[in-house]
């Protein structure tokens, strides 16, 4: 999900600007990912208690549109002006940095990505084909070009944070 104080696009930035080095992206950098915004999960939710129909139904809520993380990445890059480097890497090497990731995770060094982040970094975000999701209570789904300015704006440095987005 993604929102003002999420734990996906801030991450990222904080990640990309107080790490050294590259961002490494799982699978070459081609995990799908839908972000779906929090507001739209959270009326959905409320729609979902009020519906009768809503009992019993398993949704799943994604976001609009489908990107690959070295997208998500570079959008992040973009937004803040302040372009993210990143390496691609192969599945291969998934157990490696898992376990490299790991000992941060019982340092509690907070900089780099633990464990668990670089595991949900590296899976697909699928929706079950014909599950119902947002829509099916009535919910518009709201685009990460929409949200992502007023998550990523406080990264950017002062002489950009009034910047539009050109797309």
Not at 86 to 103: D, H
């Amino acid at each position: 999900m993604i929102g003002h104080e999420d734990r996906f696009l801030n991450r990222i930035a904080t990640i990309a600007n107080r790490v050294p080095g590259p961002f490494p992206l799982a699978n070459f950098g081609k995990t799908k990912k839908s972000p779906v915004g929090v507001v739209d999960v959270a009326t959905a939710i409320t729609e979902a208690i009020f519906d009768p129909a809503a009992v019993g139904t398993t949704y799943e809520f994604v976001g609009p549109k489908s990107y690959t993380m070295q997208q998500l990445v570079d959008f992040i890059g973009d937004t803040t002006r302040k372009p993210i480097w990143s390496v691609g890497l192969p599945e291969e090497a998934n157990p490696l940095l898992r376990f490299a990731f790991s000992l941060g995770g019982i340092s509690r060094l907070e900089l780099a990505p633990n464990e668990e982040e670089f595991f949900r970094y590296s899976l697909d975000d699928v929706q079950t084909k014909g599950a119902p999701g947002l829509a099916a209570l009535g919910v518009d789904a709201t685009s990460l070009e929409t949200i992502g300015i007023n998550v990523l704006r406080k990264y950017r440095d002062h002489i950009y944070h009034d910047d539009a987005i050109e797309n």
